[in-house]
């Protein structure tokens, strides 16, 4: 009979060559409640890990072989599992050592001989960090938000959401996934300035034809990681929320979204097939239901209800 507690406690991939050190550590962990994967060797170690994904990996630093530093730089550039906290073991104590566990990924380190109450005090202080993580990457996926988080230092993502991964894809082809492509970082940069110098700085609009995708930066997600939302809009994504916002027809919508856009009456006749005598026309009925008098208050009025009401942005 399937113990379903036991499917969905948190895991941990404790990777040592040491059978006795696996076995004391594997029944500590098992008695407090935690799902145990374990490895014996660098290789099996990746490949449990890409295939898991568990929430913590217990790491041996010195190991015949591919030692645990290595691993862990491999991790942490593998997309799939470099979010996942190491804690390295290490009877190796020195500074240069444990500079070496931190620079190669590691969260944190617990020294050998391995004291297994120490080792879970350490675990469950991280496993609470990948427990929200989790959590809010499965909503956000749930939800279908476009979200991505970056350090502005390397441009490395460090996750996205399945939505955010489909449209980087679209706009920026050929780019590798888990880099930031140069206009996006250039952007992040000079955002995060302005923010941290308390001035408001634009979205990034990437054009593709009729269609754009809008960056918008958010909060910190920790000291050297920026989270990121993106959103799609079309043309007539723009003119549909025109339509919803403020009971428009549709070329009532038509004419508004060209006048947000810049264009004269001439300009609008001409693309929508119309004499600019009509489309003053329709532009007198979109004063009236907007509540304005003139063509720059109802493109401010527009904008700012579209934006404040979460549809789409011209």
């Known amino acids: 009979m399937l113990d379903f507690d036991r499917l969905n406690a948190d895991l941990v991939l404790i990777v040592d060559d040491i059978p006795e050190n696996l076995s004391v550590l594997h029944d500590a962990l098992d008695e407090s409640g935690y799902t145990v994967l374990v490895a014996t060797n660098g290789e099996t170690a990746l490949q449990r890990a890409r295939h898991s994904v568990p929430d913590v990996i217990l790491l ?13 730089r491999r991790l942490k550039a593998d997309f799939t599992t470099r979010h996942i906290p190491i804690v ?16 190669a990924g590691g969260a944190d380190y617990v020294t050998k001989p391995i004291r297994p109450q120490e080792v879970l ?4 202080a991280h496993m609470q960090s990948a427990r929200l993580m989790k959590q809010a990457r499965s909503a956000l996926d749930a939800f279908g938000q476009a979200t991505l988080a970056l350090r502005p230092d390397s441009g490395r993502v460090v996750w996205q959401t399945p939505l955010a991964r489909k449209l980087m894809k679209d706009y920026f082809e050929g780019q590798p996934e888990d880099n930031a492509p140069p206009a996006v970082m250039a952007w992040v940069q000079e955002s995060s300035r302005a923010r941290h110098e308390g001035r408001d700085f634009p979205p990034l609009y990437i054009n593709q034809g009729a269609k754009r995708l809008i960056f918008t930066l958010h909060e910190r997600t920790g000291e050297d990681e920026w989270l990121l939302s993106l959103r799609e809009e079309s ?4 003119i549909d929320a025109l339509i919803a916002a403020f009971r428009l027809t ?6 508004l979204y060209w006048v947000i856009k810049g264009k004269t009456s001439p300009d609008i006749g001409e693309i929508l097939g119309s004499s600019p005598r009509t489309v003053n026309k329709h532009l007198e009925h979109v004063f009236t239901k ?12 527009a904008m700012a209800r579209i934006r404040t009401g979460g549809g789409a942005e011209a």
């Open 290 to 301: 907007l509540g304005v008098e003139n063509r720059t208050a109802a493109a401010s009025v």
């Open 121 to 124: 005090a350490r675990i469950a």
């Open 235 to 238: 043309d007539a994504a723009v």
């Open 250 to 255: 549709t070329r009532e919508a038509e004419v």
């Open 60 to 72: 041996d630093a010195m190991m015949p072989g591919m030692d645990g530093f290595e691993v862990a």
């Open 88 to 103: 390295f073991m290490t009877g190796l104590t020195e500074t240069e050592h444990v500079v070496a566990a931190f620079d």
